[in-house]
């Protein structure tokens, strides 16, 4: 086998794994998703409108988080964007500990922007840059 077959090469289980995290992720989103309808009827006038945009923001993730469990090698730049919104939320929680709801969506953020780091490692989506299946 020559240096570019090895490279290309993604061990099944790790390919699997790194899926299966993705697939996780996305349910989240979508139970995420499911909440913020509640939140979206139970909205005052002043808060409905962003409560509305964080529900679809939801189902925008979901979204993403499939497009990446079944094309994790054919998603250019939808990794790095995922990540980079959830990083950057984590990081802004801390930033914001007095903000209603921070500690919480931050925690979640945290560990979504560590799921989504893992799988990209594992499934090597970062190959979605050469074009590789």
């Not at 490279?7 to 995290?21: I, K, N, T, Y």
């Not at 913020?36 to 993403?64: H, I, N």
């Amino acid at each position: 086998m020559n240096t570019a077959n090895t490279l290309a090469f993604v061990p099944s289980w790790q390919d699997r794994l790194g899926r299966g995290l993705m697939w996780l992720s996305a349910l989240g989103a979508l139970a995420a998703f499911g909440s913020g309808l509640a939140s979206v009827r139970t909205a005052t006038a002043d808060t409905v409108w962003l409560e509305t945009w964080r529900m679809f923001g939801f189902l925008v993730f979901t979204g993403m988080f499939v497009l990446l469990a079944l094309r994790p090698r054919r998603s250019a730049g939808v990794w790095e964007l995922a990540f980079l919104h959830k990083a950057a939320m984590a990081i802004s929680a801390l930033v914001l500990v007095g903000a209603n709801e921070a500690a919480m969506a931050g925690a979640i953020d945290a560990v979504l922007a560590v799921l989504i780091a893992l799988a990209y490692g594992l499934t090597r989506g970062w190959r979605a840059w050469r074009g590789g299946a």
